[in-house]
């Protein structure tokens, strides 16, 4: 880990990041609802209520959208990692503004004194074996317990119980609650409001998510693809001089993980691409301060071993190199966590 | 992301997407048509 970095504590950034996302969130919902007024003056309680559960529900749709375009966009430009650092709290609250939609939705139902015939919105059982008139609110109520359960779970502490790896897998259940809330909406609000704004946010989202998925689904696919091993299962990385100094290459075996090879100068040190943390691309990351910094949340590690600088611990599997014919070679079985294994090239193999 | 998880990702993903359009489409197709003003229930 960065000594710079501060898991817990509230840098500059963070306060910025958090910022401009609740001034963002508390703008689109209040110019939701003012303009809805003005275009549909409410005429009771209930009425009013209604316009703040759309104006919280599309908030959190498009919210839970722009959460999908994150990662994508972080691959293909490296300026969105950024906001990629603080995305677990996009998350958080986004589940919040989801909650309000919620409860708003309880009030409604409890200003009218009909709270008690909620329940049979879930329990008729018959209503699951139709599409048309499916208990869409069932869908909208497990999203939200699944985005619950990804805020709830959102903290380092958790990352670390878990394990990267499970972590990872439990938040990439966040395309499953995606696909809850379109057919949430789908089924339900665009069912009796036959404006054309609801499909095309439907349709706008689908395809902006879809599209940014591919494009960084094929630039992932190219590198997966891995290259072929020599004849002592080797693998070529290229001329040393083709590595920028101070970065990386990343290489893959046709079956095995990625490997960063990092230069620093003269010194060369190849390293498992996936970062203690959370498995971020660390062949993404630099040199800085002498250390490999993780693009995603600044882990560092020590070219010549894997080691994060004391007084961290983590240490990342490091795999051999060697310079056979002018091209750096590495050989893809990886060497246990934190085994020194740099080298250097001469001058004038650079 | 291992490789595994790329490998899962690359499965489920496109299955869902293609899920997410069947629905949102069939949703789309089979909705009732529009009621008169008067008789329009507006129901969270």
């Not at chain 1, 008729?124 to 359960?149: E, N, Q, R």
């Not at chain 2, 997410?20 to 048509?33: K, S």
Request: contains cysteine; charged residues 15%.
């Amino acid at each position: 880990m960065s000594v710079g970095y501060r898991a817990v504590q509230w840098s500059r950034d963070k306060l910025v990041y958090d910022g401009i996302l609740v001034a963002t969130t508390a703008l689109y919902i209040l110019a939701f609802a003012a303009i809805a007024w003005r275009m549909h003056p409410p005429k009771n309680l209930p009425d009013a209520i209604d316009v703040w559960i759309r104006a919280f529900g599309t908030a959190a749709f498009l919210m839970l959208s722009a959460i999908l375009c994150i990662g994508p966009l972080a691959r293909l430009d490296r300026r969105f990692l950024r906001l990629l650092h603080n995305r677990r709290h996009f998350g958080v609250l986004t589940f919040l503004v989801a909650l309000a939609h919620v409860v708003l939705m309880l009030e409604w139902f409890r200003v009218q004194g009909v709270l008690h015939t909620l329940p049979a919105d879930f329990l008729t059982f018959g209503d699951y074996l139709k599409f048309i008139g499916f208990p869409f609110k069932t869908l909208g109520l497990a999203a939200l317990s699944i985005m619950f359960i990804m805020a709830a779970t959102s903290h380092d502490f958790w990352l670390a119980f878990l394990r990267p790896p499970v972590w990872k897998a439990l938040h990439m259940t966040v395309y499953a609650a995606y696909g809850l809330v379109v057919l949430h909406v789908a089924l339900g609000l665009m069912q009796y409001e036959h404006t054309p704004l609801i499909p095309l946010m439907l349709i706008g989202s689908l395809t902006v998510v879809g599209t940014l998925h591919l494009m960084a689904g094929w630039r992932e696919w190219a590198v997966d693809r891995g290259a072929p091993a020599g004849i002592d299962g080797w693998i070529a990385v290229g001329p040393p001089a083709s590595i920028p100094d101070k970065g990386a290459r990343i290489v893959a075996s046709p079956d095995g993980e990625r490997i960063a090879v990092f230069r620093d100068g003269n010194e060369f040190g190849a390293l498992t691409n996936l970062c203690a943390h959370q498995n971020g691309p660390i062949g993404e990351g630099r040199i800085i301060d002498g250390c490999i910094t993780c693009p995603w949340h600044g882990y560092q590690y020590r070219l010549a071993d894997g080691c994060a600088p004391p007084p961290f611990t983590e240490r990342l599997a490091t795999y051999r190199l060697r310079l056979n014919g002018g091209l750096l070679e590495v050989d893809p079985r990886p060497l246990p966590p934190g085994t020194p294994a740099s080298i250097r090239c001469p001058q004038e193999a650079l | 992301m291992t490789r595994h998880h790329r490998r899962a990702h690359r499965l489920i993903w496109p299955a869902l997407a293609m899920l997410i359009a069947l629905g949102f489409t069939m949703a789309l197709a089979l909705r009732p048509p529009p009621e008169p003003p008067a008789a329009t229930d507006r129901r969270p």
